[in-house]
């Protein structure tokens, strides 16, 4: 691929996301000796995180990368690692972390290999993200982190002019913007199908995870268990007793090491309105929650968020719900969900549809989707019942039954699934043109995402935010929550 065409590409995304194009990653690929590489060659990646999602990403990039260095806090993950076979398609076994070195501090990692690596993968609890991924930039490796981007407000922001400063390719792991289905969306509320935007409603399942009114005070300590490095794992959070209530995957219920819910599923879920209207700073948010406590997320949240006119776009209000209130799911006002599923029920969906019995077992009726989001526009709505934004529904079905794609103004990524989001980070740290999720527009979403529990931990309190400056003029009590104070030996 032409350096030309790599231009090109990315002055069509900058401009379909409403990113500034200060935020290239090179003019060409001369300009960083890991560009030069040939698109065949294979880089050098430590993977940092190797159990839950990072099973899956470490596994991913080593089809088309040579994995070096695993580390991990937990020895039992690092043995199933090094010693795990992958089938490939013509049923060839290959073991591809077997001659990795292996580590257990990603500290000692950089300052044993950082020669030797040319990129990094991040997928471990949100409270570590920024400072891994931080080294990892200010060391001159390319990058890929898993959602959300970091724990805190500052860390996403600080995170964002680093990855520009540095000049490394940089993706965040929401797989859906991968999708060719979910750019096509982005394209299509762009052109203007549905018409101007003014609402946005985004709703999951979450949490599944032990949190509040489950879990409102700090778990009492347990013994250590021999494979696990808690000091490790602790890491920039506050010392406190291990328990087998955060690790492993509980941890995302607690302030301390997860982001929650929101943090959790907004980055899939919000992603496809978040890029296609092109939002950056909100102007004011409001959150109500349920259940509040200083040691885990609540038990549900409501979240309001007002953006202010962007170029040809009005003012929009998106409005985020979580969990569970008086035993029921936090949805969007129920009329505007009545008219949804009226209009999607007009639809053939054969196995997809969601219904469930009523109490004398006869009727069957429509229900939302557990995850996705409303767009509500002048001329329609956009009904995705999805939590990538990879499956949209314009309604009502019959005013647009003769719709047909806009003109492509992204390009496109293969099938769109998790693993063509590493193909397309490795192609960008070779000189291709910058990955989708790229942590200009991931850091952004980010913040977005984060400054929602922000709201929620000053449940009831109209915020008003001054994004550039990061101040809440009105309240500046809850800056407090943009950024944490790191345990001794860790910094950004």
């Not at 294979?42 to 990368?65: P, W, Y």
């Not at 409270?127 to 970091?150: E, F, L, N, R």
């Not at 268990?225 to 492993?248: I, K, N, Q």
């Amino acid at each position: 691929m032409s350096q030309g065409t790599n231009r090109r590409d990315f002055i069509k995304y900058t401009a379909a996301t409403g990113m500034g194009y200060w935020v290239a990653a090179r003019k060409t690929a001369a300009d960083d000796a890991l560009g030069s590489k040939s698109p065949n060659e294979r880089l050098n990646v430590a993977c940092v995180g190797i159990g839950g999602k990072g099973d899956s990403d470490s596994e991913q990039v080593s089809k088309h990368a040579n994995v070096v260095a695993v580390c991990d806090v937990d020895d039992k993950r690092l043995d199933k690692k090094i010693n795990q076979e992958i089938k490939g398609k013509d049923g060839s076994a290959s073991r591809p972390f077997e001659n990795a070195k292996r580590y257990n501090d990603f500290r000692k990692l950089f300052d044993d290999m950082d020669k030797s690596i040319d990129a990094v993968t991040v997928s471990i609890p949100d409270h570590m993200h920024a400072v891994v991924t931080m080294m990892a930039i200010k060391a001159g490796k390319h990058v890929y982190t898993q959602k959300p981007m970091t724990h805190d407000v500052y860390e996403a922001r600080q995170l964002r002019l680093a990855a520009v400063e540095h000049k490394v390719a940089t993706q965040m792991g929401n797989q859906g913007t991968a999708s060719p289905k979910l750019r096509e969306g982005v394209e299509m509320i762009q052109a203007g199908t549905i018409g101007p935007v003014t609402e946005v409603h985004i709703w999951t399942n979450r949490p599944i995870w032990p949190q509040a009114p489950k879990i409102m005070t700090r778990p009492e300590g347990q013994p250590v268990p021999e494979y696990l490095h808690w000091p490790e794992w602790l890491g920039t959070a506050p010392e406190r007793p291990y328990s087998d209530a955060y690790h492993p995957f509980k941890w995302r219920g607690f302030w301390d090491f997860g982001t929650g819910a929101l943090g959790d599923m907004g980055c899939h879920t919000a992603n496809l309105p978040f890029m296609a209207l092109k939002l950056g700073h909100p102007t004011s948010l409001l959150g109500a929650a349920g259940d509040l406590n200083t040691e885990t997320y609540p038990s549900w949240a409501h979240v309001q968020y007002e953006f202010a006119a962007r170029e040809n776009m009005p003012p929009v209000k998106v409005n985020w719900y979580e969990g569970k209130k008086d035993g029921v799911l936090v949805h969007p006002p129920e009329e505007l969900v009545t008219k949804v599923l009226a209009e999607f029920a007009k639809i053939p969906h054969g196995d997809k549809e969601k219904k469930k019995k009523n109490a004398e077992g006869k009727k069957k009726e429509l229900l939302l989707n557990n995850s996705g989001s409303i767009v509500v526009g002048e001329k329609g709505i956009m009904y995705s019942p999805h939590d990538y934004g990879g499956e949209w529904y314009l309604l009502p079905a019959e005013e647009f039954k003769d719709y047909k794609a806009p003109p492509e103004t992204l390009p496109r990524n293969g099938a769109g699934g998790d693993e063509d989001q590493k193909i397309e980070w490795l192609a960008a740290a070779k000189g291709g043109p910058p990955a989708m999720a790229n942590f200009n527009y991931a850091g952004m979403l980010t913040e977005f995402i984060l400054l929602g529990n922000v709201a929620i931990k000053n449940s009831g309190k109209m915020l008003y935010w001054d994004g550039p400056n990061m101040k809440f003029p009105n309240a500046p009590e809850a800056e407090a929550s943009l950024r944490r104070e790191y345990s001794k030996g860790y910094s950004l």
